[in-house]
């Protein structure tokens, strides 16, 4: 049969008599020798494109005899042009690709990469436990256990360089891929390009990242390794230890000056010094308070906060790095902290302090619901109890707190609905008992978290240097992102 091709804005037609089961590619090469398939597409009548290397046939796509197929250029990305017309039809996406790119400005300075690697370490150091443990006693494979324990080691580094090299590499190729515009659309290989740009930088970042976050974070643990060296031998000791230590002194107070000059990061800096400390006795307090065998009460919590607090300033240096120490037993006994035979001392806890704070709690509005969580543990203590005086004192702490949930009803002329009656009651104990309770064991669990992390100063340190890398990395990747920025648009890459 015969169909006409005729290509757009040219006078380059021709009359092609053909089979109606060859592919488009075959015709188009048989019909314009010189020209590249590639390049180029046919529109069908039916205004359907189809590229000119394409294996389908005209009999597939229903072309009949005496039709005129158009073949125009494939559009292709490149230049501030290209780029401005992508802009313009994909605005949207242009703009969230942009704004993903700038977020490792503001997340590396945050120090949040190597406390991502340290929780991942903290799993990864628990599975290699069980799995060890496996080997070891259901196996009896106990010359496994040091090369698994050798391949987690070197597992857990992995794994921070590629959190890094993620977190700077997917943002980049993204912008790098969205530069591209219509040339993807038409052609995906033109990915490559801009993916190998993003890919190389990335690699560029990471090595340096890892160079720079190596200065603040291992020159420590190197002095660290010759003074274990000089222990080995009094003579050395005598006249290398001081030497190490005067050393280690002068690192610890300066490798953190030069991006302390920055106003935001002093801040950030002092903060977290702060508040290591209140962080540590206040866990530390929750975890007696709540999951220990002692006095429940707002004193005593004040006084235990107070005593950790005294405790760490008193002991604090270098040689003396504090953790939060839970007894083995305790941890793999974690329920201890919402137990039923201290349901009955949360809730007469709760009362004391509703009873104290009672104006404040109204203002805040959570006043009712206060006492409904200190009715919830109440009621959960009752039946659990194996003491009648213990009874009658729940009995009459609970007679108290429905006695001010009525004064309160009535103080407010609302509708006094009794703690036990109403599905809504029931949802919001039930609820807040399991609430509090959760509260107290993600608390335990916290701790023993920052006690496997080295202790809650090598945190704050891992989260000062990652911080001060970060404030390093965010000026190299501001420059890799502006110079991706312009070689995309202007097609270099």
Same mark, same amino acid.
């Given at each position: ?75 292709? *990305?490149?230049? /501030?042009?290209? #780029?401005?017309? %992508?802009? =313009? $039809? ?9 704004? !993903? ?118 020159? *420590?643990?190197? /002095?660290?390794? #010759?003074?274990? %060296?000089? =222990? $080995? ?9 001081? !030497? ?250």
């Amino acid at each position: 049969m015969y169909i006409s091709l005729q290509f757009s804005g040219s006078n380059k037609n021709t009359i092609a008599n053909i089979h109606p089961y060859p592919s488009f590619h075959s015709i188009f090469s048989s019909s314009f020798p010189n020209e590249s398939p590639n390049d180029n597409c046919f529109i069908l009548p039916n205004k359907k494109k189809i590229s000119c290397s394409s294996s389908s046939s005209p009999d597939a796509e229903n072309i009949i005899e005496g039709q005129t197929l158009i073949i125009e250029p494939i559009l292709k *990305g490149g230049g /501030l042009k290209d #780029f401005l017309r %992508f802009f =313009k $039809k994909h605005w949207g996406i242009v703009i969230i690709a942009f704004i !993903i790119a700038l977020l490792p400005l503001f997340s590396l300075p945050s120090g949040l990469i190597p406390i991502s690697a340290s929780l991942l370490k903290v799993v990864m150091d628990e599975t290699f436990e069980k799995v060890g443990l496996y080997l070891a006693t259901n196996l009896g494979k106990y010359s496994l256990y040091k090369p698994f324990k050798f391949i987690f080691g070197i597992i857990k580094y992995v794994i921070f360089i590629l959190i890094a090299y993620v977190s700077m590499t997917f943002p980049l190729l993204l912008l790098t891929c969205t530069l591209k515009g219509s040339e993807i659309s038409a052609s995906p290989t033109s990915l490559c390009s801009p993916s190998n740009a993003a890919f190389i930088t990335g690699i560029v970042l990471t090595v340096l990242y890892m160079v720079i976050y190596s200065y603040f974070r291992g020159f *420590g643990n190197v /002095l660290d390794w #010759f003074k274990g %060296f000089y =222990k $080995k031998d009094q003579a050395s000791q005598m006249v290398g230890a001081p !030497i190490t230590e005067g050393l280690h002194k002068t690192y610890d107070n300066m490798k953190y000056v030069s991006v302390s000059r920055n106003p935001q990061v002093g801040i950030y800096y002092v903060f977290l010094d702060k508040m290591a400390d209140v962080a540590m006795s206040f866990v530390n307090t929750v975890v007696d308070i709540g999951c220990g065998s002692g006095d429940m009460s707002v004193n005593s919590f004040f006084q235990k906060f107070k005593s950790h607090y005294e405790s760490i300033e008193d002991s604090k240096n270098r040689d003396n790095n504090i953790k939060i120490e839970i007894p083995k037993e305790k941890r793999l006994n974690i329920g201890n902290c919402c137990s039923p035979e201290r349901y009955s001392k949360i809730g007469m806890l709760l009362y004391e302090v509703i009873n104290k704070y009672t104006e404040q709690f109204k203002k805040m509005e959570i006043y009712t619901n206060l006492i409904l969580v200190a009715i919830a543990f109440l009621e959960k203590a009752y039946p659990s109890s194996d003491s009648v005086r213990e009874k009658e004192q729940i009995q009459e702490y609970l007679n108290r707190l429905e006695l001010r949930l009525k004064e309160f009803s009535v103080e407010n002329q609302q509708t006094y609905i009794p703690s036990n009656s109403g599905w809504w009651n029931h949802f919001l104990k039930v609820f807040f008992f399991y609430a509090i309770c959760n509260l107290f064991t993600l608390v335990q669990n916290t701790s023993v978290t920052i006690q496997e992390m080295g202790g809650i100063y090598d945190v704050v340190d891992t989260l000062k240097s990652g911080s001060a890398t970060g404030y390093y990395m965010a000026f190299f990747y501001f420059i890799c992102l502006v110079a991706l920025l312009i070689c995309g648009i202007f097609d270099i890459y």
